[in-house]
């Protein structure tokens, strides 16, 4: 018989991997170890047993056969973290065994509405995430823009300089700057580490100093869309009336106008590494432009037959999704243009759209009131989720992959996820 050296020898003592000593009995080291530390979920998902679980995932792969059915199995788990972990060990694996449970792999079956926050008469029209995943910052048509705990749903601030509906968020990706915009036609700027303090907030639930940078002004119709390049220097915005507009976020000068478009922009992103925009406009197309060369659009991409509402691009800056109010998303080859393939299933107009994380992932959601995921190299269709009572006006998902974040015309902010 082999050896293993990862397994104890008769006459060991050995621990595996709590400290102090479990009150119902060492834990052995070795693969029975990590068996038993994976087995422990029945104590609950808190922090130090979801842990505990990852830690042992990654040494199950320390033993063959064995260990690699165990980190299959965490696929499972009651834990998103976990599951997670579980993902990513087994991604590039090319054993058939692995091939197949991601394939059949759905996380996104056992999401459920963990957290309902209603708005009021308001209808949020604008949400993002914070990098650290801890707050989200939301904006709509009772003109103020809120940061709220993600996880608890406690308000940590209100910003309120806009004096119409906001329809555009964008934070930087250090998370220190955010920019709004929306009917009022101006874009704010705002240095978040001047309202960070978030404990200190008044007993009045009011801002402690509001944090406002620069205030730009230039458009002539409702400011729809907005992004900001990866080092935060350059702002982008996209109008009803039309345009683009291109601002220095370090000296506040405004930069650049695009009038290529025969409508209002509806949507605009940018690379991960900065170097093309992508914009979507109420005139059927899509338009790449390659930065700092902004003259003329790279590409004009046709096939929508209606506005074409959102757009988004996968990390790896491979793929266009578009999604458009003729109820259809596209998926195009950002390179060279090209078609891939089109997705159908929502039958109202498509609202917003966003890629997870590992840019595995589609999310989608529309006026037929449901958010779905998709599998994006298959266009399958993962999973639907119910329950806004009205068009669901935008999603956005967490920068580890859950939980996701949507909002409705219901009046109401809903956290999806998995419990636990």
Known sequence: MTYNRNQPRTYDVVLGGQTPTPMYGAILGGLPGVKQRLSRSYLGDTPSHVAQRVNALKDALNYGVEGLD??????????????????SLLQGSQEPIVIQALQ???????????????????????IAITPDGQVM????????????????????????????????????????????????????????????????????????????????????DSINCIAMNPNGKILVSGSEDSTIHLWNLETGKFLACLEEHEAGVKAIALTPDGKILVSASADHTIKLWQLPKIKT???????????????????????????????????????????????????????????SPDGQTLISCS??????????????????????????????????????????????IRVWGMKG
Request: charged share 15%; glycine share 8%.
């Open 297 to 355: 659009p790279i590409h004009t991409l046709t096939g929508h037959s209606d506005w074409v509402k959102c757009i988004a691009i996968t990390p790896n800056s491979k793929i266009l999704a578009s999604a458009s109010q003729d109820k259809t998303i596209k998926l195009w080859d950002l390179h060279t243009g090209e078609l891939k393939s089109t997705l159908v299933g929502h039958w109202g107009e498509v609202n917003s759209i966003a890629f």
């Open 104 to 126: 059949e792999y759905n996380p996104y079956d056992r999401f459920q509405c963990l957290y309902r926050y209603p708005t009021g008469k308001s209808t949020t029209y604008a």
């Open 70 to 87: 165990l980190v299959i199995e965490a696929l499972k788990d009651s834990s998103w973290r976990v599951q997670r972990t579980a993902y």
């Open 367 to 412: 006026r037929d009131e449901t958010i779905r995921l998709w599998h994006l190299s298959t266009g399958k269709h993962l999973h639907t989720l119910s329950g806004h009572q009205g068009a669901v006006a935008t999603v956005a998902i967490s920068p580890d992959g859950h939980p996701l974040i949507s909002s409705s015309w219901d009046h109401t």
């Open 137 to 220: 910052v939301s904006g709509g048509n009772d003109r103020i823009i809120t940061l709220r705990h993600l996880g608890t749903g406690r308000i940590l601030r209100t910003l309120t300089k806009h004096s119409d509906s906001i329809y555009a968020l964008c934070l930087s990706n250090d998370g220190q700057i955010l920019a709004s915009g929306g009917r009022d036609k101006t874009l704010h700027v705002w240095n978040l580490q001047a309202v960070s303090n978030y404990n200190s907030i008044s007993p009045t639930g009011r801002s402690i100093g509001d944090g406002l940078t620069y205030t730009f002004t230039g458009h002539s």
